[in-house]
């Protein structure tokens, strides 16, 4: 049973261009949501996103990103233009329709470097 | 907006301690609280969750919630050097389906063998 997968692990953009994020949740799984770390920094929260619906974006800044969890293929976490600003590590996590005391498991991670 | 808040630390415990770590948070509807570790370069990984008032043990570890007082906690119990971690304290809201997982910024725990 595969869990979290997210690809590419490591992606480098030179400003300007576009960063196209993967997450494919573990199997059964129909919430997804996308986290940022900085470094020496905890994660802070961008999208919720359940199976072709946006439950919550309120942490995903307005410009140049977007998301999509469509009914077929993994979550996309886009980013447009990219800047300096943008390097960071994106999770991804997963939860089945949940409960009190439904844990999400991550994905290991993409590492965004933008020169 | 919803917060959570840790120590950042970094905490340091000899081997054989107990490390105690600390979460406070800020909306009184929260229904959900867990605890990750997180090793350096490497993605969080669950250890535990509570959701009622009081203790939940498991082995090592203990977490204490208190909902009065808008506080979590975790304890680890004989630390290990392989205890050395982020820890990150989340939340989650209602008890709808919709919520979204809010994390605290993690308090770094070093193990001193």
């Known amino acids: 049973n595969a869990g979290v997968m997210q690809n590419p692990r490591h992606l480098v953009r030179r400003r300007g261009q576009e960063a196209r994020l993967r997450c494919s949740p573990m199997?059964?799984?129909?919430?997804v949501y996308w986290y940022r770390q900085l470094p020496e920094e905890g994660l802070k929260f961008m999208v919720y996103?359940?199976?072709?619906?946006?439950?919550?974006e309120s942490g995903m800044p307005k410009e140049r990103f977007s998301a999509e969890f469509p009914k077929e293929g993994p979550s996309i976490l886009r980013i447009q233009q990219v800047v300096r600003g943008d390097s960071a590590a994106y999770f991804c996590?997963?939860?089945?329709?949940?409960?009190?005391?439904?844990?999400?498991?991550f994905g290991q991670g993409t590492r965004l470097t933008v020169v | 907006q919803k917060e959570v808040e840790q120590n950042s630390g970094p905490l340091s415990v000899p081997e054989g301690a107990i490390a105690s770590l600390n979460c406070t948070y800020s909306?009184?509807?929260?229904?959900?609280f867990f605890w990750y570790r997180q090793y350096s370069g490497k993605s969080p990984e669950l250890i535990m969750f509570?959701?009622?008032?009081g203790d939940k043990e498991d082995g090592r570890f203990t977490a204490q919630l208190n909902k009065a007082s808008q506080y979590v906690s975790l304890l680890i119990r004989d630390s290990q050097p392989s205890d050395s971690a982020t820890y990150l304290c989340?939340?989650?809201?209602?008890?709808?389906?919709?919520?979204?997982?809010?994390f605290g910024p993690g308090t770094s725990l070093s193990v001193i063998p």
């Open positions: 996590a997963s939860s089945p329709l949940i409960g009190l005391n439904t844990e999400a498991f």
């Open positions: 199997k059964g799984h129909s919430h």
């Open positions: 996103l359940q199976k072709e619906n946006i439950i919550d």
């Open positions: 909306d009184r509807g929260s229904q959900s």
């Open positions: 509570i959701y009622s008032n």
């Open positions: 989340a939340v989650r809201g209602a008890e709808t389906s919709y919520d979204k997982v809010i």
